[in-house]
């Protein structure tokens, strides 16, 4: 699998890149970010790596642009790589026909219903394709992986972690869709992808998978604004999770509702030190 | 002068907001940026002011979205405002058709020339109706102001200062256009502005300011990444403003170049807090 390096930019003493690849499993190019902290460039010592999962909307950009990550990775020795939020470059009728369904809408599914399940496989691509690119191209530490994302993103990062366990040994979540079989965002993205019947979509479900998770212990933090407007809308339902959180042994929830805060990306700047230190402490641990 | 509140988030536990307002001096409505820190809306402590110009092609929007400057602005507890960088809303001919004359590059100059004069005062907007406006609606400490920039910003923030004696106690520039009489940026908005007779040049060129500058001591603090397309493309020459400082004992510069940043807002987001700690302790003296 082949790499093109779009840009590579001096940051925080590290470099932040933009690659584009063909994708195998999305049938399609695909553009993501990497940081590299000044470990990885230098001596090439090798580094826990931590995938960001964006957003409705985002593309690799908003969170290398607008989140100031950088500096925290760069001072943790941790390479960061955040993908696209869905397939680009196909063509499938209706699908600029929405914000929240389609391009920029991935869901981090594997898609079955058509014609979304020729491209629309974003959990295959973030879970196994672009971690063995990732893993092939950076000096990356074995074994030593976290996760996070935002909104729709910190849905896909919940769910990659539940239905992959130990495949992830810190996984995190800014105002994630924690329960969408039960918000209308998860209801229509799942509707198109998944189909008309609501069993299948509890795997793809954070609520669902952490009821019925029985798995090696898994930690998950999950972080909260106050005054979020899709928190408001019953968009994202964390109190869904944590009470099916509650009575699993084999989940550790750490929640922290941070009064004020809504859904955008000064939200998200302001905390995002605190959740790489936490991945940081977890990864190098 | 009322002020229309466009928008209010919470960041680094202080409040990014946007304001629209009409100006005046340029004859149109305008937005800017106000980052308050924590103490200046708790208890209304009064807070030093910081001004941030930016460079050719933006808006308010860019600094607050990209640089990451609130963290340090909240932990040092500093007011920091970010105007345009050119009126907007006007309809004067050719205004939109080149990046850097015109719409976004308003140069920080008082045009001289028509049909600009009519419109394009920045440098009085800056100097003087903005902050009357700031001080009349914010909890601002009397007689403690700073000025910083990027690019056409830095040059600005450096002529406001040097045109200004004693009103700023402190000043500082990322990449700014050190010398625009002598690079094809400045030359081309100096004649749009200003005309083509060069003697009327010199009162808005930092270089020509500083070789003659003979008031209250002034530091300037000049910050340049080295792999910098506009500084070996003979836009900045930070050189020409260092060497006219060097014999002047009424200018004190520290210019500190950053091996391997280019011109973008990953370099400004890399060393804005730097930038912000200089600008605090000279305000709080």
């Given at each position: 699998m082949k790499l093109e390096l779009v840009s590579t930019t001096k940051c925080f003493e590290g470099e932040q890149r933009v690659y584009k690849h063909h994708s195998n499993v999305l049938e399609c190019d695909m553009t993501f970010g990497v940081f590299l902290p000044p470990a990885a460039i230098e001596d090439k010592t090798e580094c826990p790596v931590l995938y960001f999962l964006s957003g409705l909307t985002c593309t690799h950009e908003n969170f290398v642009q607008k989140s100031g990550f950088q500096r925290t990775a760069a001072k943790e020795g941790l390479i960061v790589v955040n993908p696209d939020t869905s397939p680009r470059g196909v063509e499938l009728?209706?699908?600029?026909?929405?914000?929240?369904?389609?391009s920029g809408a991935g869901f981090y599914v594997d898609a079955t219903?058509?014609?979304?399940s020729k491209h629309y496989k974003m959990y295959s691509y973030v879970t196994q394709e672009l971690p063995e690119l990732v893993n092939a191209n950076f000096s990356v530490l074995p074994g030593k992986k976290g996760i996070f994302g935002h909104s729709m993103g910190g849905h896909g990062a919940l769910i990659c972690a539940l239905k992959n366990?130990?495949?992830?040994q810190s996984v995190s979540a800014f105002a994630p869709i924690a329960n969408p079989s039960e918000c209308p965002w998860g209801q229509k993205a799942f509707t198109g992808?998944?189909?008309?019947?609501?069993?299948?979509?509890a795997q793809w479900d954070a609520t669902s998978l952490v009821s019925k998770y029985a798995s090696t212990p898994q930690e998950l933090f999950i972080d909260q604004g106050s005054a979020d407007n899709f928190l408001a809308g019953q968009q994202l339902l964390p109190e869904k999770l944590l009470a099916a959180a509650a009575p699993n042994d084999h989940i550790q929830t750490i929640f922290k509702q941070r009064e004020g805060?809504?859904?955008s990306y000064f939200y998200i700047a302001t905390f995002v030190a605190e959740h790489i230190e936490y991945h940081a402490k977890l990864l190098k641990a």
């Open positions: 009728p209706g699908q600029d026909d929405a914000y929240d369904f389609g219903e058509a014609p979304w366990p130990g495949l992830y992808y998944l189909g008309a019947n609501r069993d299948d979509w805060y809504d859904h």
